[in-house]
């Protein structure tokens, strides 16, 4: 079952590598932290279109939709 | 089903695009490009053949051509175009400044800019790097500051292709210094914008003719209507661009490769050294054959970029190799046609050193060689 622990150990796993950043909790600022950066959403997007079989929009991609990860599964898992 | 044959329609359009450049962009290119004069007439004839339209809707006086097509009748305009400072400045006011608006503007911005960028009445570009940011876009430091109904932006762009001729330019500004890359913001300015001015023009090695330069922003005012998208877009939307840009816009080199290729054949077949022709020597047609793998490989990687953003697919990675492959293989070829024509090919009387001169900045803009194999080794995890 899919659920926000597969977007969390995904970033954890791929985008938190090699940052100096030590875990991550849900509601953590992916942002301001610099764990997402530029090319860091173009990957996650990618991951998220692939695994939640979902095609996400280029107007989406605004801060609000990706800055912690209940934001991208409110997001992923939006009507 | 991944499928990028070109139809008949679009081969006859690929044919046309490269009758209409061979019969009307070529006559005094060479001289031009010693006086780096842009070709204006040109530009002129361009818009009337529907270039500057190409992918726009009719309802703004455009061609409506698919991304296919589109990149098929600039393939042709690279093959036969003699000017490649017009190319890159009629690329860059396609990819990057009409398809933004077209696909993140609203309903009246579009109704405000695109015909006139269709017709080529006006002219468009975009504004993203900075003396101190190139490669490092997303650390841009030019400012936006909110005040009523106008935002006030101050920063210095560089090497901003159109900006002395350009009538309107994307301009990538800070909106929120603390959301980093996501608060990135773009604004359409108007070239008489109070606190707009053009700043000195870069002479280049290559690309002579197309007009290049910096733009300054002191105290600009930008009504709100004029920004594109929302606050903290800029990401999306530079994403976007650069997708297009990088599987869109190397469709000349790919055209220019051919041509390239083409001239090399046949010298090879009546140039005569030691009583034979040079082509019968294994060390020039071996030669000759890697160029055409790097042209075909180049076209195969850019029609399936272009077919995956025709799809509404993202592309960042096919985007990233198309770009990579094909402006390096375009550097190579040159230097391989320069060597295949001796000392002719060094000349400036044939096009050869010309071409090599213009290649080397494909390497350069739009993300260098070294940023696409850092976008492909991310996505592959490393």
């Known amino acids: ?49 692939r695994n939640f079989s979902i095609a996400i929009a280029d107007e989406d991609l605004i801060p609000d939709n990706f800055e912690s990860v209940d934001a991208i599964w409110a997001f992923v898992t939006r009507d | 089903m991944m499928d990028f044959s070109l139809t008949e329609d679009q081969i006859a359009f690929k044919k046309a695009a490269i009758e209409f450049a061979g019969r009307e962009l070529n006559e005094g290119a060479m001289q031009r490009e010693r006086n780096r004069e842009f070709n204006q007439a040109g530009w002129g004839k361009c818009a009337q053949f529907g270039i500057q339209g190409l992918t726009l809707p009719q309802r703004y006086g455009g061609l409506e051509m698919d991304i296919l097509t589109s990149i098929a009748a600039m393939e042709g305009m690279g093959y036969a175009c003699r000017d490649s400072g017009l190319l890159f400045s009629l ?13 993140f503007g609203t309903d009246e911005q579009k109704e405000r800019y695109l015909a006139g960028l269709a017709s080529g ?45 350009a009538d309107i330019l994307l301009v990538f500004a800070v909106t929120d210094t603390t959301k980093k890359f996501a608060g990135l913001t773009v604004f359409m300015v108007e070239k008489t914008f109070p606190g707009f001015s053009v700043g000195k023009c870069e002479e280049l090695m290559g690309l002579k003719t197309c007009p290049l330069g910096e733009v300054i922003l002191q ?20 994403n976007s661009e650069m997708e297009y840009e990088r599987s869109c816009l190397f469709a000349t080199h790919v055209g220019a490769m051919e041509k390239i290729l083409d001239e090399c ?59 990579l492959y094909i402006s390096e293989s375009y550097v190579q070829n040159c230097l391989e046609a320069i060597q295949i024509h001796g000392g002719y090919g060094y000349s400036t009387e044939l096009d050869f050193e010309r071409h090599l001169r213009d290649s080397v900045a494909g390497k350069i803009y739009s993300g260098t060689s070294e940023i696409q194999r850092n976008i492909i080794a991310n996505f592959l995890g490393l």
């Open chain 2, 265 to 323: 054949i046949s010298y090879a077949k009546v140039r005569e050294q030691f009583g034979k022709p040079i082509g019968s020597n294994q060390s020039i047609s071996h030669k000759i054959a890697d160029m055409k793998v790097r042209v075909e490989l180049s076209r195969l990687m850019l029609y399936k970029a272009a077919w995956m953003k025709a799809q509404g697919k993202r592309a960042p990675i096919e985007s990233a190799i198309a770009k």
């Open chain 2, 91 to 103: 690329s860059s006011h396609i990819w990057t400044c009409e398809m933004p608006i077209l696909k």
């Open chain 1, 1 to 49: 079952m899919k659920d926000k622990t597969l977007i969390q150990q995904f970033i954890m796993n791929e985008l938190m590598r090699g940052k100096n950043v030590s875990g991550l909790e849900v509601t953590d600022n992916l942002i301001e932290t610099g764990v997402i950066d530029s090319l860091g959403i173009q990957i996650l997007i990618s991951f998220l279109e």
């Open chain 2, 121 to 165: 009445s006006l002219i468009g570009g975009h504004a993203m790097t900075e003396p101190d940011f190139g490669s490092d876009a997303f650390s841009i430091k030019c400012k936006a500051v909110k005040n009523g109904n106008t935002y006030v932006l101050n920063g210095t762009k560089t090497f901003i292709t159109n900006a002395p001729l």
């Open chain 2, 219 to 238: 105290d600009c005012e930008v009504p709100e209507e004029n920004r594109l998208g929302g606050e903290g877009a800029g990401a999306a939307i530079f």
